[in-house]
């Protein structure tokens, strides 16, 4: 059993990750680690936590009966409390970003490889039945040749003082929000015929809250094998929530399967694709442990992360 410590008992932690770590084989929720005693308390006791509750990660880490942590904690800190769980021998699987910058991702793989331990970061959408269907179609060529891909993900926050609006432990809004997750769906589905991102930019606007950080982002980019993808994220406006892939033989779309349920509708050409949903977290959490277990990569690795991280960055650069 994987002795699973919890980092930052928030709201995707509360109402994702953890329903979820109660279902995954071979793990459980062993530790938790908040700023706020009570807060660890009740989170522990709400998800039936079986060791200890800290409020200090060192503290944490230090405990030798853990064995791998879940950070769920803000963008900026990701880096630094990788970093030091990877030092104490503990695995990581760390919410996307993994981090803000390029040094600090390149960092965390060091850390992780000299450690020798396995690093996962949250994007579910690689665990969405349907979304996992429709790539292995693409990736067959039901499609053709793939040409273009467009995702759009908004959604309104209405508080402008959440912590991604904050340049101490954010650093970008929308695309750190949902972004990311577009912009790993997109190099996922177009890097086996495409190779990786060679022109990534993020037309960004703040209307409305007047912030440091993109509200909306129109991002750009481009393979090296010649694709060009499309994303649009926002925190100020709703619309339909969508992906769009475009070959030469043929194209898919997807209704409303950005988000966090595993569902939504998905059509190849003119016929629905059918698929089960199912609960992504569960599988992303399931994945990390199995890697664990077998002395395997997780699907989406550190080195993945940190090819994230490089697009967001260079999206921003200018
Ligand atoms: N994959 C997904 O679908 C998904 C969805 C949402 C969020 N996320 C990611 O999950 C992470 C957490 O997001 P969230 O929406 O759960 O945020 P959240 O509700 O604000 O939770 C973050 C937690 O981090 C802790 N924390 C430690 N230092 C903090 C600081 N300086 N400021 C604010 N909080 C601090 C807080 O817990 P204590 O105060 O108890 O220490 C807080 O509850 C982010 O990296 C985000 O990108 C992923």
Redo the contacts with the bound molecule.
């Keep these: 059993m994987l002795h699973v410590g919890l ?8 109402r ?1 990750l953890a329903p979820a770590l109660a279902q995954v084989r071979g793990a459980v929720l062993w530790s938790v ?4 005693r009570e ?2 308390q009740a ?1 522990a006791g709400r998800h039936g936590a079986r060791g200890p509750i800290f409020t200090d990660l060192a503290d944490m880490l230090a405990d030798p009966r853990l064995d791998a942590v879940v950070l ?4 900026r ?2 880096a630094a409390q990788a970093i030091a769980a990877a030092a104490a021998g503990k695995h990581v699987f760390v ?3 993994m981090a803000t910058d390029v040094a600090d991702a390149e960092a965390v793989v060091r850390a992780c490889a000299a450690a020798g331990v396995r690093l996962a970061v ?3 959408l690689r665990f969405h039945p349907g979304l996992r269907a429709l790539r292995e179609r693409i990736v067959a060529g039901e499609l053709g040749r793939v040409l273009h891909m467009r995702a759009t993900w908004t959604f309104i926050e209405r508080d402008a003082n ?3 609006a904050s340049p ?2 954010g650093r970008w809004w929308s695309l ?2 949902v972004g ?2 577009c912009l790993d769906l997109v190099r996922w589905y177009l890097r086996p015929g495409h190779g990786e991102i060679e022109r990534a930019h993020a037309l960004t606007a703040s209307p409305v809250h007047h912030g440091p950080h993109d509200e909306t982002a129109a991002v750009a980019l481009r393979f090296a094998g010649g694709a060009t993808a499309d994303i649009l994220t926002s925190v100020i406006f709703r619309a339909p929530r969508s992906i769009e892939v475009f070959g030469d033989a043929g194209s898919a779309r997807g209704e409303e399967v950005l988000g ?1 349920h595993g569902g939504g509708r998905i059509v190849v050409g003119d016929r629905e694709l059918s698929y089960e949903p199912a609960d992504p ?1 569960l599988g992303e959490l399931q994945d990390f442990v199995d890697a664990v277990a077998h002395g395997r990569a997780p699907e989406v690795d550190a080195v993945e992360g940190l090819a994230n991280v490089r697009g967001l960055c260079e999206m921003t650069s200018a």
Aim: aromatic share 10%; hydrophobic share 30%; proline share 10%.
């Design positions: 980092v930052g008992p928030g709201s995707i932690a509360d994702r680690c908040s700023r706020d807060r660890a989170f769920a904690t803000p963008d800190l990701h919410e996307k970003p949250g994007y579910h959440n912590w991604r101490e432990v750190a929000a990311t997750h966090p977290y």
